[in-house]
């Protein structure tokens, strides 16, 4: 159902520089949960060989306990909406923060393997509201001429969340002598490592209790002077009040709730678009990214690499991720989606066919010839690179852009389901794949990165530069 109403007309859109410093806190404190998804999502790249030793277990159950948090992530995206929606996002982003605390003190002191794998299922549950909580709550309570800018600081704050606990791992370890399973503070190294994320889930509980409700979401259940009041807070006082809140409203009461019938269509269940979308997310995943943020640490340890070496080259591998990401940033509005992703799928593919080439070859003394190892580490660590500078920004921001009003908000779940799926996939599979064949898991991941260059020739249009109503 659509409004043929006029939406009352605002003066939003800029704030007053001495408002900016308190939307640009609020903004940072709401990104705390894209700060704690990036960190838990990879802490655990610093246990995985700890956690097989101690427990004795084969690759196929191990991949279960790393990939089980997945689980808690795709439940968490999917009811992290409609519980916001019902208590607001200040008490969503509270109840992410304990889970994330609980999950951290329950990690690092399991008494069993399905005991760490339950707390693993918590902190995936918390991932999955932080996923969705942050960026809406950002969208929402951004002045529309910053929301953009505002608005990445989710994806940034999940690769600083990444680089800080790699680098906190590989502190933790040199502290414990080059031991995973080493003493520290009366328990094992790994176990610290889960362990820390107390700390980070700690801050973003106590910022949630700093930064105000949405306004919208006020507004959903009748407060209109506390949500003029924070408009005036976020906004400047010489926006007109009443009219930024008579837009908002009308907003609401024009918006389509789609569902998942709205998304079925065409010869192949789902409307196209909605394949174009899938699409993107199971690409983004099979490319193998998630390995190197989940297994790095297991993966050159595999090949002879030094343990506490190890934890540095994914320490600096999540340096690359963040730098890509800030490249991405400054380039996607400037050349495009489309072509963003085309130069990534190509770099991908070089970067995963080199090290695809330098795993081929037998070790020697336990480790890869010398100029194979160089040429592993370094096309890691390109992979990285041309994965963040395309496909790990440009997927997100075309979700939020390709998809017909009607059908957006469904359809946005679908895709990020499939995402989820793929991510699980990958995840799962890595270690039975790699005491296979590791060079043969590799070639895998190339086809897909390379297969993806057809993929988005034929099947993704551009959205850069077209308004949300220009997508039919």
Not at 191 to 212: D, K, N, T
Not at 235 to 249: H, P, Q, W
Request: neutral net charge; hydrophobic residues 55%.
């Amino acid at each position: 159902m659509t409004s043929t109403a006029q939406a009352p007309k605002s003066r939003a859109g800029t704030a007053h520089p001495d408002h900016l410093g308190h939307v640009i806190f609020i903004a940072a404190a709401a990104a705390m949960g894209g700060f704690l998804f990036g960190y838990d999502s990879s802490v655990i790249n610093g246990a995985v060989e700890a956690i097989r030793d101690r427990y004795d277990i084969g690759s196929a159950a191990l991949a279960q306990v790393i990939a089980v948090a997945l689980i808690g992530c795709a439940i968490g995206a999917a009811t992290a909406g409609r519980i916001a929606d019902r208590i607001g996002r200040i008490r969503c982003m509270q109840i992410a923060a304990a889970l994330f605390t609980v999950s951290a003190v329950g990690s690092a002191l399991p008494f069993a393997l399905w005991d760490l794998a339950f707390w693993r299922i918590v902190g995936g549950f918390a991932i999955g509201m932080a996923s969705v909580i942050g960026p809406a709550y950002i969208a929402e309570v951004a002045p529309p001429a910053y929301r953009g800018r505002l608005g990445s600081f989710q994806q940034a704050a999940i690769v600083i969340g990444i680089a800080i606990s790699q680098l906190v791992n590989w502190g933790l370890l040199n502290a414990a002598g080059g031991d995973q399973r080493g003493t520290l503070m009366g328990i094992e190294a790994w176990q610290v490592m889960l362990g820390v994320m107390v700390v980070p889930a700690a801050l973003y509980g106590l910022l949630s209790f700093a930064i105000p409700e949405s306004p919208r979401f006020l507004l959903s259940v009748g407060k209109r002077d506390r949500a003029r009041a924070i408009l005036a807070e976020v906004e400047g006082k010489d926006v007109d009040l009443d009219a930024r809140v008579a837009e908002i409203e009308h907003a609401m009461k024009s918006e389509d709730k789609s569902t998942f019938k709205d998304l079925l269509g065409g010869g192949f269940f789902f409307k196209p678009i909605v394949w174009v979308g899938i699409g993107l997310s199971v690409f983004q995943q099979f490319v193998g990214i998630n390995v190197a943020f989940y297994y790095s640490s297991t993966l050159w340890q595999s090949v002879g690499v030094d343990p506490t070496d190890s934890f540095f080259y994914s320490f600096t591998t999540s340096i690359i991720n963040i730098l890509g990401t800030v490249i991405a940033m400054i380039f996607v509005d400037r050349i495009g989606r489309k072509p963003l992703a085309l130069i990534g799928s190509v770099g991908m593919a070089v970067g995963l066919a080199l090290e695809a080439w330098a795993f081929s070859y037998h070790l020697v003394d336990g480790k890869l010839p010398a100029t194979q190892g160089w040429v592993a580490l370094v096309a890691a660590h390109i992979f990285v690179l041309f994965f963040a500078l395309s496909w790990g920004v440009v997927v997100w921001v075309m979700l939020g852009e390709m998809f017909p009003n009607r059908i957006r908000a469904a359809a946005l779940g679908v895709a990020a389901a499939a995402q989820w799926i793929a991510n699980w996939a990958i995840t799962a599979s890595f270690p039975s794949l790699a005491d296979w064949n590791l060079s043969g898991t590799y070639v895998i991941y190339t086809v897909f990165a390379a297969l993806s260059i057809p993929f988005v020739l034929k099947f993704v249009k551009e959205t850069k530069g077209k308004t949300l109503e220009e997508m039919g």
